[in-house]
């Protein structure tokens, strides 16, 4: 588990970020107070970028690496200001960015350096006096239209926190509820994640919370229906079913009065054909080694994973463009800390959208040299401390989000100019409209 902790900011986790390509803030010690004002980062613009024949990409998609790794420094400051903020105030409530702390936080972790903010915290729901801690993170991020985009970022659990995720995706999430696990269960010989769910159709049941430990009688089954390997994700996919045996879980009916009146039927529906309760996509990748990135095939199985779970998600900003406001079923996504890979994931799969949506299209007229892709790092670290851990992890989203404009441009859907112009390497295409690029998404 990597312990390198440059601290950051105090702004707060739904703050507008102001960082931009041509910003650089110096190292002072943590005693000082901290300089947060933009410092210097060189633009690199290629030179063949202004031909016709060569996409004209926007200003944070052709920084250098130099460029980039500056940009990540200043994020690890800011980070390292807030811990130190976190860890130095004297009333811990009074900061936004103080760390929960305590013995049963420390038999419930699985690293002793990473922990939720107290401010931001899933809670588990149980009965009044008892501890409800889990090592999880509520993350928001903001859409244009008001549209917010909601995950929970998690960590690995134990074996004997294995009920507890149970507890926490019966709680916080509808039917289908979407699971990714960016991690094997041992690499280079260490546990980094306890096998939480039933391991072959050979032993398909699960019985969860068998010694009813918070007394409020709630049990459940969890049941493996099918179990394949997907060549396209390049992930263990398994489709499961969590069944409640007794007591009830409070905020279950919360989840259950922010369904629309469609996820309530098609439930409904299921209901009606067999007893099937919170039906759960599961998704293993494996490709992912812990502080590193995805390479070749598994590097586009991820993105194809990114799209696979938005469409196994009813309320998804990418694929029901006509969905709530607000997302109510938070995919549940984890590694091993919860943090590197993790964080990485949420943040391609924000960005990706934002793309998709036309965002960068022509980023450099509407925001100049703002550097989104550090925007929404920063936003992240507000609310989970060290997401996108690594170097390697944060030159990862710009390397993909560079490839994928290109390729959006090549067949001519970015849309450029004044009027709203299509641009791409062939043929001029016809102009668009301004309701195009309507529904961009920014990060909060």
């Known amino acids: 588990m990597a312990s390198h902790l440059h601290p950051s900011s105090s702004s707060s986790p739904t703050s507008q970020s102001s960082l931009s390509i041509d910003s650089r803030s110096s190292p002072v010690p943590l005693t000082s107070s901290v300089d947060t004002t933009p410092s210097r980062h ?12 060569e996409p004209p990409l926007p200003p944070f998609l052709r920084l250098s690496k130099s460029d980039i ?3 990540f420094i200043d994020l690890e400051w800011l980070q390292r200001h807030r811990l130190a903020q976190g860890q130095l105030s004297n009333d811990q409530a009074a900061s936004q960015y103080a760390r929960v702390s305590g013995d049963v936080v420390i038999q419930r972790n699985r690293y002793m350096n990473v922990d939720p903010f107290q401010s931001n915290r899933v809670k588990l729901k149980v009965p009044e006096g008892v501890d409800d801690y889990i090592n999880a993170s509520p993350i928001v991020l903001v859409c244009n239209s008001g549209r917010k985009r909601r995950w929970i970022a998690t960590q690995g659990p134990k074996e004997t926190s294995t009920p507890h995720i149970w507890r926490m995706i019966a709680a916080e999430t509808t039917s289908p509820a979407i699971t990714i696990m960016l991690t094997q269960t041992h690499e280079s010989g260490r546990e980094k994640c306890f096998p939480y769910y039933p391991p072959s159709l050979d032993s398909p049941t699960l019985l969860i919370n068998e010694d009813d430990e918070f007394k409020d009688g ?6 493996l229906d099918k179990i394949i390997e997907d060549p396209e994700t390049r992930s263990t996919v398994r489709e499961m079913r969590l069944q409640s045996r007794g007591g009830t879980i ?13 996820q309530e039927e098609l439930e409904d529906e299921e209901a009606n054909s067999e007893d099937s309760g919170k039906k759960i996509h599961h ?9 590193l990135i995805p390479e070749g095939a598994d590097r586009a199985a991820l993105l194809s994973l990114i799209r696979r779970s938005n469409e196994l998600n009813d309320s998804s900003s990418t694929t029901s463009p006509s969905s709530p406001p607000d997302e109510s079923n938070p995919p549940i996504i984890h590694c091993s800390a919860g943090v590197g890979r993790s964080g990485t994931f949420i943040a391609l799969d924000f960005l990706l959208g934002e793309l998709e949506a036309g965002v960068y299209d022509d980023w450099a007229r509407a925001q100049g040299d703002k550097d ?6 920063d936003r992240l670290r507000c609310q989970r401390m060290m997401m996108v851990q690594g170097e390697g992890q944060f030159l990862f989203l710009y390397e993909v989000l560079r490839e994928r404009w290109e390729e959006r441009w090549r067949e001519g859907r970015v849309v450029v100019g004044e009027r709203g112009e299509k641009r791409g390497s062939e043929e001029e295409k016809p102009a668009g409209t301004k309701e195009a690029t309507k529904d961009r998404c920014v990060s909060s």
């Open 69 to 71: 790794h500056n940009c």
């Open 218 to 223: 709630f049990k459940a089954t969890l049941t």
């Open 283 to 291: 998704f293993l990748f494996g490709g992912w080694p812990d502080f």
């Open 42 to 53: 060189q633009t690199r613009p290629s030179q063949s970028s202004t031909a016709d024949t």
């Open 372 to 377: 989104p892709i550090a925007e929404c790092v």
């Open 250 to 262: 409070a905020g279950d009916e919360a989840s259950q009065a922010t369904k629309s009146a469609e």
